[in-house]
């Protein structure tokens, strides 16, 4: 039987950090209000000149270093972002062209928060299915570049980085299970309301923003993770006490606490960045992977467990013996 199998991973963090307290200075709010209600202390802000290709690369290099191999051994790339360079062309390809990745698929995709869980499923299934080889897959976001600095509602929540992974074929798992899944009747929950074909104009303007209706969101996210890591679960045989780790999207620690309540398991077995990080959108979940792997708590052929849910509302999980 063909798997797929994550062999390396990596990250990359801007320079830039940006903590509570220096928030409390841009807008109205507190310290003892973010950490309580979100669990976020500091969060990393790119450079003005600093794009999501740039962050994909730093961190790609790391994942390949670890994995072992070279980038001329890669044959996809897909990146999960919602903060592209451009319109076109895709991130995947900036990124294959600056590593020197030979000719190859190489596209982004775009589900919001659970770009990278939508991403590694896509390669999963295309090494099974025998088409690559050696996948190199990203969550990337820019998201800092999206907020309006002057909104606390929104501004206090978000950062920025990139987290990678190579995923190759294995004789033995690897990924065990993947569940996807989305609904647009949420889509005025949470949006950024310019794009190409709409009210560019906008684009620039103080309009454009991310908008959220935080405590709507705060609720849909709550159930809607629960029921995918038991769907997870479920659907491999697998009870939660059997579980090493769960790897959650990092957007509030009491989305997070909620989650493992859910699933009756103990927060010692839950990786937790959200107070570094920030929610990086689509980076989260593997800035937080490869975070606790560099530290040593995740070990090979541990079963762990990684959950998404963002903006549409899009949400998946993926459930993989490291
Ligand atoms: N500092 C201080 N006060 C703030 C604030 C801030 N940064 N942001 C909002 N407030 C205020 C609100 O204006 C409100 O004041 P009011 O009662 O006078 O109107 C009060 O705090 C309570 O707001 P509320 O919305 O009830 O807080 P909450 O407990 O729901 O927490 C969020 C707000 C945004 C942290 C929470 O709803 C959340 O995390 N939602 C999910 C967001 C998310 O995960 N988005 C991404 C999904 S991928």
Redesign the pocket.
Known sequence: MTYSRITGTGRYLPEKVLTNFDLEKM????DE??RT??GVERRHCVAEDQTTSDMCVEAARLALDAAGVAPTDIDMVIVGTTSPDLVFPNVGTIVQHRLGIPACPAVSLEA??TGFIYALSTADKYIRAGDVKRALVLGAECITKLIDWSD??TC??FGDGAGAVVLERSDEPGILTTHLGADGQYRDL?YYPVGASKDLAKAGTDEAAIM?T??E??KV?VTTLGDVASRALESAGVSPDELDWLVP?Q??I??IQATAKRLNLPMEKVIVTVQDHG?T?AASVPLALDTAVRDGRIKPGQLVLMEA???GFTWGSVLMRF
């Open positions: 807008v109205d709010t507190t209000w973010i209600r979100t919001a928060c606390r509602n206090v929540l949470l959220m935080g405590k969101v705060f996210a999207h957007a509030n009491r989305i929610n959108s849910f963002g903006g």
